[in-house]
Nanobody, 126 residues
Framework: QVQLVESGGGSVQAGGSLRLSCAAS????????MGWFRQAPGKEREGVAA?????????YADSVKGRFTISRDNAKTTTVYLQLNSLKPEDSAMYYC??????????????????WGQGTQVTVSS
């Protein structure tokens, strides 16, 4: 059974930083894409960042470019991180890690992902 476990969420003041981690297990081989999504109350889930493991190519939502960085653990190809810098109150949301079984054309679309974690809460106060 596939499991994705997120950690690293918390509460920070605006301008602060957090680092989220996601470890995947149970699939037996690498996930082509791993991504981070977020959902605030009353809003749809949105793609934040994704990484293509084979080439290390990363993708970002415009709202987080220059502030968030997605990376992978090269020694553990089923572990991905999201560094959140210069946080803003509007970044507050539940953050979810997700993984795909195969290649996808649009890595920031939630419905392209096959496996999901339970989420970790990020709260940014002004």
């Amino acid at each position: 059974q596939v499991q994705l476990v997120e950690s690293g969420g918390g509460s920070v003041q605006a301008g602060g930083s957090l680092r989220l981690s996601c470890a995947a297990s149970g699939y037996g081989h690498n996930y082509p894409f791993m991504g981070w999504f977020r959902q605030a109350p009353g809003k749809e889930r949105e793609g934040v960042a994704a990484i293509y493991f084979t080439g290390g190519v990363s993708y970002y939502a415009d709202s987080v470019k220059g502030r968030f960085t997605i990376s992978r653990d090269n020694a553990k190809t089923t572990t991905v991180y999201l560094q959140l810098n210069s946080l803003k109150p509007e970044d507050s949301a539940m953050y979810y890690c997700a993984a795909t079984k195969g290649w996808v054309r649009v890595p920031l679309l939630a419905d392209k992902y096959d496996y999901w974690g339970q989420g970790t809460q990020v709260t940014v106060s002004s």
